[in-house]
């Protein structure tokens, strides 16, 4: 995504900081892997901001790879797709882009979502009024009382 967006940014001519826009429901680790990437002074859109560069979709198939990002020009929102190619043990390079004639809606601020609770974590559970504590990656001990200092014996 980063890649697309300094791809658009570098096609349309843009000057100053960028302002960036990833789709929603991305953890916050996905935003700040965007915001690494992108040049230093790159900022996130915040609801109000103008010029952003909107990443809108992202296609993958094999090693070719397309992104939509809907970018400023002239006044007007663009839409450009920009196709990349790479893969696993080749490094993504942008292979070319197409900004599209039709003019497209201003991006709405989208915000990363909290990260779900990894199969790693600790995970409380209430058991009638008793709060306990259990891995919910491991189902060969039972839940072991926060209270209780003992270890949990095995089933």
């Not at 300094?6 to 100053?16: C, I, L, M």
């Not at 429901?25 to 700040?32: D, H, K, P, R, Y």
């Not at 020009?73 to 043990?89: D, H, I, N, P, S």
């Amino acid at each position: 995504m980063a890649g697309a967006v300094k791809e658009a940014y570098r096609v349309s001519g843009a000057t100053g900081p960028i302002v960036f826009n990833i789709p929603a429901g991305l953890e916050s680790t996905t935003w700040n892997r965007v915001a690494k990437l992108l040049p230093e002074g790159a900022v996130a859109m915040k609801p109000g901001d103008e010029n952003a560069f909107s990443v809108q979709q992202t296609r993958i198939s094999g090693g070719t790879a397309e992104v939509d990002v809907v970018y400023p020009e002239r006044g007007v929102y663009q839409l450009m797709t920009v196709k990349f190619k790479g893969g696993a043990f080749i490094p993504w390079r942008v292979e070319w882009a197409y900004r599209w004639v039709i003019p497209a809606n201003a991006p709405l601020a989208n915000a990363p979502v909290s990260a779900a609770p990894s199969a790693l974590e600790p995970v409380k559970i209430e058991v009638v009024g008793e709060t306990t504590t259990e891995l919910a990656h491991d189902a060969t001990h039972e839940p072991t009382p926060s209270n209780d200092s003992s270890p949990a014996s095995p089933k």
